[in-house]
């Protein structure tokens, strides 16, 4: 059975710093995904990652995936108020599309 | 990236009734799920809405409790029987892109039982 652990699972931090979220996969996949979700609203997708050695780059998030040791990390540079939400990384099967979620990180970005 | 709704945005449903979620994407997909997102959770796959045949469910969900009907390509629907307070969740269709590469998800369904 697939299991999807991300860490930490609540992170305060001050605007202007930067910090990773960790997400750990206990099985093969051939993708990865980080979703950002605000209260109340539904998933934005924000990255796929494909192969070992993705990195992706979108403004103040960075994504990279490490295949062999079952680890991709979202980085967080220069952190702004707006990136507050809840972060979820979700790692698809070997089959069939179906994706496992991590428990999500709620980030809280404190001016 | 598909543009996808969903009916009803939210509803108060009484304990034993049946509610049935529709969800409508812009274009044609191949693959299109039906999630759940319990209070303060995260997300379960419930089950692979399969067109023109009977949906794959996950372990722990089954078709007499979560009836999905796939009856086109760009129409889903899930069925919530019986209901009782454990079922408040929100409840969230996703699809893949048709290049595979993407799954989009829905603006959700928040239901709560009473």
């Known amino acids: 059975e697939l299991k999807v652990e991300q860490n930490p699972l609540f992170l305060s931090m001050q605007e202007g710093k930067n910090y990773t979220i960790y997400c750990n996969y206990s099985t093969t996949s051939d993708r990865l995904y980080w979703y950002r979700q605000d209260p109340g609203k539904s998933l934005e997708s924000l990255f796929v990652l494909l192969s070992n050695g993705a990195v992706k780059q979108e403004g103040r998030l960075m994504a990279s995936l490490d295949t062999k040791a079952r680890l991709s990390t979202l980085h967080i540079t220069a952190a702004v108020h707006d990136l507050s939400a809840t972060y979820f990384c979700a790692v698809d099967r070997t089959s069939g599309s179906r994706l496992t979620f991590g428990e999500g990180t709620q980030l809280t970005v404190n001016p | 990236s598909a543009v996808i709704s969903q009916k009803p945005s939210r509803d108060i449903c009484q304990r034993g009734t049946s509610l049935t979620i529709q969800c409508q994407v812009d274009s044609q997909v191949t693959m299109m799920f039906w999630y759940r997102q319990q209070p303060g959770q995260s997300l379960t796959l419930i089950a692979t809405?399969?067109?023109?045949?009977?949906?794959?469910?996950e372990s722990g969900f089954v078709i007499d409790k979560f009836p999905i009907s796939r009856p086109n390509l760009t129409f889903s629907t899930l069925t919530v029987s019986n209901m009782s307070p454990e079922d408040s969740s929100i409840y969230l269709c996703s699809v893949e892109d048709p290049r595979g590469n993407e799954q989009f998800f829905g603006p959700g369904t928040r239901l709560t039982v009473l």
């Open positions: 809405a399969n067109q023109g045949s009977e949906a794959t469910y």
